[in-house]
Structures are given as structure tokens and as C-alpha cells.
């Protein structure tokens, strides 16, 4: 089978079906999304599904006070529920490094007008009852953070962009791409060749891949990420709480369980998925160091997903010069369900109206060929 | 009304829903509406999902891509697990 689109995106999860969505909802017709498994089957649906605009760099910060913009009238616009709660990110600060960081961290969000602010441990303890205050020296509150269900907000991009005409093919996966005066080959696993003048990369831990088999190097390694989740509780707080120097990230989910996860930094690259005893024990003891009283909490399920790291902790986003109409949406070193609201809409503006903004030049895939003048973002768990 | 997952209350319509959706593993019945999430793991609801989706989209059960099985096997506190690793720790000291 043969089958030619206006644009084809590689990738089913939370960037390939949003980006499609923008795409269909400024005007573009005939938009095919490939998925190699199921929707949201890969990073997507597998992480903590927070979103917080308090990062360490400014155009990670502008990025996300847009997606989170977005998100506020994204389930009426979609007409599907997706739990979304603006509950807060608390983040917590042990050492007087930390403290140094996030100060600078808090005036340069407040400079881009973001709502946040220093506590100190006791208020910290009044947002997130039964926390450890005695390992806390101050935390970052902004309660226009929150999280959201992944499944539930994929599926329901998903569906509005059905509903305007894009197809979404499932269990397909790319085996090679050619491209040839100005038209891409997109071959798949099942035998089917997709033609389109126009190509996007959302495969997440696998866009390295991608970007192989056009001989473009994108500089995206993926490292496993476990997380666990426990029974259902009576509501214990509303924020995501995390901690960079313990290294865990904890909320309650809509539905009762905790789930919490953590940054392992001795992960090897690879996109093993598999679990391991070792998160168990390790996550345990940082969940219950820095809440002792909620040791009697039971685990109902571990798993893992990907981080598709990029040297800078960034995205990869826009063309590349060695490829014509060849967009990259990737890189997103775990946080690609936050940023993806407004990454979707930043693409989609740029390809069909040539709008160019500065976040698309900044984090074009280029800066990470000369790695001299990066500047890192830190507030990563 | 058919309860079809004890576990989070998920009925026979919400899963035939969510098939409607475009859903056809066990998997993604599970992200979309819980059934398997709760305290069991879908130990009991597994087999009657996959008979729902069986039927719904005309596919055999030996067609139905399979669900992801993950540790544990039962619900574990943090305490415990927290007492296993001193356990462990303590018996490894001994023996150095």
C-alpha cells in the first residue's frame, strides 16, 4: 500500500497526536500520525504526569507557562475529561546550594510574571502535610502548577483530531525513510510506504533513530526512569512535591494512589523498560526519610519509561539544515507531557504560517553540536 | 450494569466505551478507564476484558496483544521493604 498526506507524524504520543491536533485545527488537511504500538505506549504513558513552569532556564519557563495557559481551557476545547488540577509544585530545598539556585531560579520566573514564591518549612509543611521539615531549609511554592491524567489527556487529542480528519495508524512501525526531490518515503514494518513534502519527529527515545535513517544526528539518549504507584489513600495534599537532593517526585493521583518516582543517576543508556528490585528499595527509603509517617502506604504497581535526554536537558525543536521540512519535536529529558500544549502550537504556527519565535531558534537541534556555550537546565528529578 | 473490575468499579459499558475509542489490548482499557489498576493488579478482570474485547471486535482471545505483568505481586508497604534491605544489609555485614 502507497499512500500520500500533506504532513506525517512519527510518534503516538503526547507531541505526535497534540502536534496533529494544531495542525488539522489551523486548516491543514490529509495529516497521518504512526504509532508504533498503542497511543501515549511509550514515555507518555508511563510518567509522573506533572506539569510545573518553575525551571531554571527561561525558555523551559516560557515554554511551560504557555503549555500551562493552554492546558487551563484545553477539556472544554477537547471536550473529553482529562484531570487536569492545577494542585501546585512544592520544591523542596535541602542544602544552602539549592537555596542559592532556586532564589535565582524564583526571580527570573517572577520576572516572566509567574506566580511563586519562597517558604519557609513550616508553611511548606501546612501545603504538603506530614513532610520531614527537619531536612528542609526553604521550598518553592506555585500553586498554578499541577498534574494531569497522560492517558486521558493524549486520548483526548487524539479524538479532537479525528474528529478533524487525521488518521492515526497503530501498531506501525517505521523501518526506513527515504527522501527524494522534496518528498519523504516513510516505509513501514507492515509493508506500507507513506509519501508527504512535510515530516515530523516525535518518537521520543527513539528519534535518534529516526533522525539515522534521514543521516541527521539528533543527540537524544534514552535512560530508563522507574516509578511506583500505591494503593488508594484519602486525599494526603494536592501539589507534586519534589526534591532534587533526595531525588524523588511524589503526587496523589485523582484516583487515591501515590505515585512517586525517582532519577537514578548510575542508569545506563538504553531503552529498557523492565523493572528492578533495586528502584524498591531505593525509593522506600527516600519516601520514607522524607515522609516517616506514611511508611504503612502499600505499593500496588512499579514500572518504567524513558527519558530522552539531550545535553542541556532541553528540547530538540524546529528543522535541521541538513534536511528540508524534516521537524523535530524531541529531547524533552522527561518533561514532554508539560511542554507539549505549547511546543504543539509553536510548531504548527510555524509551519503552515513561516511564524518563527524565539524558543524554536533557541532550541534547534544546532546548539547541541557545539556543546561550548549550553546553558544546562538543573531542576531535573 | 455489569461490574467487571472490583477492584476501581469499572463497568461492562465504560470498557465497551473505551473499545469505541479505539482500544484493543488490555493495556490501553486499562489507562483509559482503570479496569485492572486497583489493588489486584487485574488479576480477576484481565480475562473477562480480554472476553469483552474478544467479542466487541470480533477477534479470537489468542489475538489480544497481552497485558504487561510488574512487580509486586501482592500490595507491599514501604515498611516492610524498608525492614527486608536492613535485613539484608545486616546479614551481609555478619558475614564480612
Known sequence: MNKAFDAVIIGGGILGVSTAYELARAGMKNICVLERKYLASGSTGRCGGGFRQQWSTEANTTLAMASVKRLEGLEEEL?????????GYLILAHTEEEEQQFAKNVAMQRSLGLEVNMVDPAEARKIVPFLNTELIRKATWCPKDGHINPFLLTQGYANAAKRLGVEIQLWTNVTGIMKKSNI?????????????PLLFNCAGGFSKGIGQMLNVDIPVDPYRHEILVTEPVE??????????SVGLYARQEMSGGMVMGMGDPNEPVGTYVGSSMHFMYEMSQRFTRLFPKLDKLRIVRQWAGLYEMTADAQPILGPVDEVDNFIQASGFSGHGLMLAPAVSQLLAKYVIKGEKCPEIDSLNVKRLYNLKNVEKEKSVV | MKIICRCQDVTED????????????????????RAGMGSCQGR????????????????????????????PNRPVAFELINAELERHSSENGEKE
Do not use: H
Request: charged share 20%; aromatic share 12%.
Open chain 1, 235 to 244: 486525599r494526603l495534599w494536592d501539589p507534586m512535591v519534589i526534591s532534587f
Open chain 2, 14 to 33: 465504560e470498557i465497551i466505551a473505551a473499545i469505541r475509542q479505539g482500544a484493543t489490548t488490555i493495556d490501553e482499557i486499562r489507562r483509559l478507564v
Open chain 1, 79 to 87: 471536550g473529553y475529561r482529562t484531570e487536569f488540577f492545577q494542585g
Open chain 1, 184 to 196: 519523504f518515503f516513510v516505509m513501514t514494518e507492515n509493508g506500507n510506504t507513506y509519501q508527504t
Open chain 2, 44 to 71: 480477576t478482570c484481565r480475562r473477562l476484558v480480554a472476553q469483552i474485547i474478544s467479542r466487541e471486535l470480533k477477534t479470537p482471545p489468542a489475538e489480544i496483544y497481552p497485558p504487561t505483568f510488574r512487580p
